[in-house]
């Protein structure tokens, strides 16, 4: 048997951890349960004591014993992977096949990294006839037997939950040993769980590098380009892959998401419907499938697709949280009472639980109990900042370099950089100040392309900040002042080539990414003659709306209120002093004004942007697009004021936000 991971030995406890864990491995069994058995009594929820106490038992042949011991455990930690691979082992010394098997799969699917998991399903599932998945477990199997000890280790202290301990290792054996392919992958996936996706791409492209022919590596370098919505690149990656093996599951999934990211919805929803037809338990692609329903305005269909989710799996948060992301869905009590009692699990993910909780906020919003809403959205939004880890005061400075940096003189001096193209126009400010309604607006004149957030901008900082684009020096944002003339008519060229792939050949372009008010600096110097619109909304509505919504990536600083508040100063400071900076350049639109008085306001923006007024920009709701942010059920509607003040049925319960506004309450 191999020892659990264990933490350094720093206390009386866990020297006693680590010497039943070695009377294990010695086989002394009967020692083993006596210290585990008087451990137990002074730390009786200890995870590892648990654990030992219940491997102990079974070595012993006291099945249920050590069963119930496992049921204790499961209680505290139901996302301890070797909790389950144990549970398979006592079924297995029952001769219990299908517990035994659907233990070690619970156990593979918490943590891949569990070798003796991996071997048992490989017999078994030989032993049952499903020899295909017999092979894949004994492949994965192999894997694991072929790393050195410490990055075993470390991928397993990963796959626990113990980040930081699994980074140190497997960089101190990098460190020693040189490059290995999958020191690089695990360091990858950390990069990625922290929201360092340019590090993550990085690190895997190094990995292709050293192994070209991985399927593995090279579809998780795919996965990574995904998320960082390099489409372009990662279709040349699974072009490859779907030439190895045209039939894989995975690759062609990760296909059809491609297809979805490029805007090629005819491509993907038959990719996914392909895909459906042969696997059609499996709700995460009913998920997929329904995404791309709901941004073709397809809304029916999505519905069902994401209702046929929860069907197959009853604490599946992302599909009630994608109903209620609909904002015109309304959930029968039986839904609702569902979502409750999945919620209240123990044994539910954390994903699954924030999700079901903003679902359940809403839900409860729509049916005005007001209360119980809040509850849930402060419960949701509660536990994911527990995942995010948001420092507010790093946005911060870099918006105070920003500013003493891109001064009006600044900007004089660099008048002549950059590309000339007057084809963009970007639509910014804050998530859900009414950004996507500007965007239907303009993307229903003929002269004007819509797209989706389009990720270009902030990828471009992004690698500013983490290479030496800039020459040596300080990165972003301090290194855009050696950001010479040749430099910037390259970014900006490069701008319009990477974007051209999600336009159809009009003379203009959205790109609407909220958080671009950040760069106004950066997209002046690259595209000076690009539009620029502030979508502005009153600091109670806009912030509070943020609290209320899950976003699918990004935005970490929205699931507290004080972060938002402090997010929402800092977007007005910054926006002010753009105002002083590059006078004229940035067009505000209220979205309270936009709702109270369309056709002004609608003229105005066209103005501002060249193009003559088209009747249809008023009939935005009937221009059938694809929409891909949270609005995208609300911006094919009339307008509707109701929703303007509803901010004040939560008024009870946001004192904090108000207080840490101040004064941009007013301003």
């Known amino acids: 048997m191999q020892s659990a991971t264990l933490s350094s030995p720093s206390s009386r406890v866990e020297t006693e951890v680590k010497r039943i864990a070695a009377l294990l491995g010695r086989r002394e069994f009967v020692q083993a349960l006596a210290a585990a058995q008087s451990l137990r009594t002074q730390v009786p929820g200890n995870r590892d004591v648990l654990y030992l106490l219940a491997v102990s038992y079974r070595s012993l042949r006291r099945i249920a014993e050590a069963l119930a011991t496992l049921g204790d455990l499961e209680k505290s930690q139901p996302r301890f992977g070797r909790l389950f691979q144990e549970r398979g082992h006592c079924h297995a010394a029952l001769n219990a096949v299908v517990p035994a098997i659907d ?16 071997q048992a399903l490989h017999a078994l599932l030989r032993q049952t006839g499903h020899d295909a998945e017999s092979e894949a477990a004994a492949a994965q199997a192999a894997r694991l037997a072929t790393l050195p000890a ?27 040993h040189g490059e290995h392919v999958e020191g690089l992958r695990l360091l990858a996936k950390i990069a990625m769980d922290a929201d360092a996706s340019y590090d993550a791409e990085l690190l895997l492209a190094r990995a292709k590098d050293l192994a070209p022919e991985n399927t593995v590596v090279r579809y998780e370098y795919a996965l990574v380009l995904v998320n960082r919505q390099r489409h372009e690149r990662a279709r040349i990656e699974l072009d490859r892959l779907l030439a190895v093996d045209p039939r894989d599951h995975s690759f062609r999934a990760l296909n059809a998401a491609v297809c979805a990211g490029l805007g090629d919805y005819d ?10 037809a042969q696997t059609p338990l499996e709700p995460e692609l009913h998920v997929s499938l329904a995404h791309a329903l709901k941004t073709c305005g397809l809304q029916r269909e999505a519905i069902g697709q994401y209702r046929e989710a929860t069907a197959l799996r009853a604490d599946f948060g992302e599909a009630y949280w994608s109903l209620a992301n609909l904002k015109t869905y309304r959930f029968a009590p039986a839904e609702l009472a569902s979502m409750q009692r999945a919620e209240a699990q123990p044994s539910v993910r954390p994903t699954d639980r924030y999700h079901l909780c903003f679902a359940l906020g809403k839900a409860l919003e729509d049916m005005e109990r007001y209360a119980e809403s809040f509850a849930y959205y402060a419960r949701g939004n509660a536990l994911k900042q527990i995942e995010v880890r948001y420092k507010p005061q790093v946005l911060e400075q870099a918006a105070r370099v920003q500013a003493e940096l891109c001064t009006g003189e600044f900007f004089e001096a660099r008048k002549n ?3 000339s193209s007057t084809a963009p126009i970007f639509i910014l400010g804050l998530p859900r100040s009414g950004s996507t309604l500007i965007e239907q607006i303009l993307t229903s004149h ?8 389009l990720a270009e901008i902030p990828r471009l900082a992004q690698n500013l900040r983490s290479s030496a684009l800039a020459g040596p020096g300080p990165g972003y944002p301090q290194g855009i002042a050696q950001l010479n003339a040749e430099i910037c008519l390259k970014l900006g060229e490069q701008y319009v080539r990477d974007t051209r792939v999600y336009r159809t050949g009009r003379p ?31 600091p109670m509505a806009c912030c509070f709306s943020i609290f209320k919504q899950l976003f699918a990536a990004g935005q970490r600083f929205a699931y507290d209120l004080v972060h938002i508040a402090r997010y929402y100063r800092m977007y ?13 350049a940035v067009l505000r639109v209220r979205h309270e004004d936009l709702v109270s008085d369309l056709e002004p306001n609608v003229r105005r923006i066209l103005d501002y942007c060249g193009l003559a007024f088209e009747p249809a920009c008023l009939d935005f709701h009937r221009t059938r697009r694809s929409v891909h942010s949270a609005s995208s059920e609300q911006v094919r509607q009339a307008l509707d004021a109701q929703g303007i003040d509803h901010w004040r049925h939560y008024e009870a319960w946001l004192d904090p936000l108000k207080a840490a506004l101040g004064d941009a309450l007013t301003g």
Request: proline residues 6%; aromatic residues 8%.
């Open 103 to 118: 233990a070690y799969v619970r156990a593979v699917n918490l943590n891949p990294n569990l070798p003796e998991s991996w």
């Open 417 to 419: 950089h950059g590309c």
């Open 150 to 176: 410490q990055l075993l280790t470390a991928f397993e202290m990963h796959g626990n939950g113990d980040v930081g301990g699994a980074e140190e290792l497997v960089r101190d054996y990098l460190a020693s």
């Open 446 to 453: 003929s002269q004007v392309d819509g797209t989706m957030e």
């Open 267 to 276: 491509r993907a929803v038959p990719l996914y419907r392909e895909l459906l």
């Open 508 to 538: 203009y372009f959205i790109d609407k990414m909220p958080n671009n008010f950040r760069h106004i600096g950066l997209i002046r110097l690259i595209l000076p003659n690009a539009r620029i619109i502030d979508a502005r909304r009153e």
């Open 572 to 584: 007005l400071e910054l926006m002010s002093h753009w105002d002083a900076a590059l006078p004229g």
